[in-house]
């Protein structure tokens, strides 16, 4: 059988299969008062800083996800094409811009390891 066009990014499966990705971080800042409030934020482990590193490097990523997500959003990842699969991974990778933390929900809920196991027929 012939190697996958996206073994870059299927390769990391075996080390996806945890229970954590990251730990959120919480910023604090010498001689601040300790009430005041600081935004945490979620640090990535090396591996799925890598990995989101890797889907850019082989541009496995959809420009237009917003919109072709839409079309997608009800199926089931086993029903979706190479073209929405790449959308639906776009989504968690540029989610996470809006929403600190959506990645390793799609991580630990198993739907990235999902995603990357259909890709590996492509």
Sequence with gaps: MS??????????????HRETFGKWVR?????TDENTYSRPYFKYDDDVEEFINDMH?????????????EKIEDKAVEDLTEDELIAKLTLFVR????????????LRD???????ERLKRF
Excluded at 57 to 69: G, L, Q
Excluded at 110 to 115: A, E, F, S, W, Y
């Design 3 to 16: 190697k996958s066009k996206y073994e870059r990014i299927t390769r990391y499966l075996e080390q996806f």
């Design 27 to 31: 910023v604090t800042a010498e001689g």
């Design 57 to 69: 490097e082989i541009n496995a990523v959809d420009f237009d996800y917003v919109k072709n997500i």
């Design 95 to 106: 989610g996470e811009k809006f929403c600190e933390g959506m990645l390793s929900v799609a």
């Design 110 to 116: 198993g739907t990235i390891q999902k995603i990357l």
